[in-house]
């Protein structure tokens, strides 16, 4: 017969054991959906970057006059020389965000000294995080705070 230091575990002790590892599981994983979402949202950034920069860079070298040009309702934004004339490119926004014109004008655009034409803010949401990206006065580029 088995002694009681050789019956091993009460089931109280195993069950409190598996309580501690579930939480511990369930706090890392919460982080790690957190931190996919701004990992996502930092390379969509990115790429918004390098299209604002196109977008200037065109305005000071006097290229035909371009405009980013958000379309909300469809959450994507596209370059457009002329709104007869089809885009340059167009990018997606992912569908579960939300995007809002603060107060950024929309199209936005440059002059040719490479200063937005009417500067302001946008907001977006995507649903764990919330994101303010500015466009300053002056040739400074936009940048965007985490909420």
């Not at 006097?62 to 405009?67: F, I, K």
């Not at 040009?69 to 490119?89: A, D, H, M």
């Amino acid at each position: 017969m088995l002694t009681k230091r050789e019956a091993g575990f009460s089931i109280l002790e195993l069950l409190l054991v598996l309580a501690i590892i579930n939480i511990m599981l369930l706090i890392s994983a919460r982080a790690a959906l957190t931190s996919i979402d701004h990992y996502r949202f930092q390379v969509w950034y990115q790429q918004f970057d390098l299209d604002v920069l196109y977008l200037q860079k065109r305005a000071m070298l006097n290229l035909p006059a371009s405009s980013l040009q958000f379309i909300i309702s469809q959450n994507r934004y596209g370059l457009w020389e002329s709104p007869v004339n089809p885009p340059l490119f167009i990018r997606e926004i992912p569908d579960n965000w939300q995007v809002s014109m603060r107060s950024l004008g929309n199209p936005l655009s440059f002059t040719s000294s490479g200063t937005v034409r009417r500067p302001g803010s946008m907001h977006i949401d995507t649903g764990k995080n919330q994101y303010h990206i500015y466009f300053p006065f002056g040739k400074g580029r936009q940048y965007y705070v985490k909420e």
